[in-house]
T-cell receptor, first 111, second 113 residues
């Protein structure tokens, strides 16, 4: 069974800091990898989708990279803000019915 | 454009009761999914559908049934609820399977006593 691991499980940083969230997966034969944000008691909001043929995707202050050969993806958040506080989940798609989620990194950005 | 909606938002059941969770999407997506989210276990796929009239089992299908009679709706049924089915249930949809991002609903928090 494929595993998706996110480290760290929790992270607390002061406002304005640049930070990196990590996602690793055991099987490199992926179709795509998606990063989500989840606020407490809410659903998942899609942040970035990286296809297997891509190395990175950017949206505003967010940049996600993908290294299939090493089984890793990183989500870089520039100039963090208190509004970025949430749980960030990565999900790896191996097929249309094999979508594995990590347990998430809970981010707290302190004013 | 409401995206993906789920009803109800909260529900409390007694062991053995039945209920149906409704998911609706207005994006004309072909694929729809039901997940459950449990602390420490992440999200796990229960059932999915690749088009109207089709359904298939995911990773944890036992105790659940689904139906996709209309393209925009995906129903998740619990025939005889058990405390182990206490969870938060999320519905998601995507245009196709492998190339497109998934869009999630707000979730249904279910407690089985």
């Amino acid at each position: 069974k494929q595993e998706v691991t996110q480290i760290p499980a929790a992270l607390s940083v002061p406002e304005g800091e640049n930070l990196v969230l990590n996602c690793s997966f055991t099987d490199s034969a992926i179709y795509n990898l998606q990063w989500f944000r989840q606020d407490p008691g809410k659903g998942l909001t899609s942040l970035l989708l990286i296809q297997s043929s891509q190395r990175e995707q950017t949206s505003g202050r967010l940049n996600a990279s993908l290294d299939k050969s090493s089984g890793r993806s990183t989500l870089y958040i520039a100039a963090s803000q208190p509004g970025d506080s949430a749980t960030y989940l990565c999900a790896v798609l191996y097929n249309f019915n094999k979508f594995y989620f990590g347990s998430g990194t809970k981010l707290n950005v302190k004013p | 454009n409401a995206g993906v909606t789920q009803t109800p938002k909260f529900r409390v059941l007694k062991t053995g009761q039945s209920m149906t969770l409704l998911c609706a999407q207005d994006m004309n997506h072909e694929y729809m999914y039901w997940y459950r989210q449990d602390p420490g276990m992440g999200l796990r796929l229960i059932h999915y559908s690749v088009g109207e009239g089709t359904t298939a089992k995911g990773e944890v299908p036992d105790g659940y049934n689904v139906s996709r009679l209309k393209k925009q709706n995906f129903l998740l049924g619990l025939e005889s609820a058990a405390p182990s089915q206490t969870s938060v249930y999320f519905c998601a949809s995507s245009m196709t399977g492998t190339g497109n991002e998934q869009f999630f609903g707000p979730g249904t928090r279910l407690t089985v006593l």
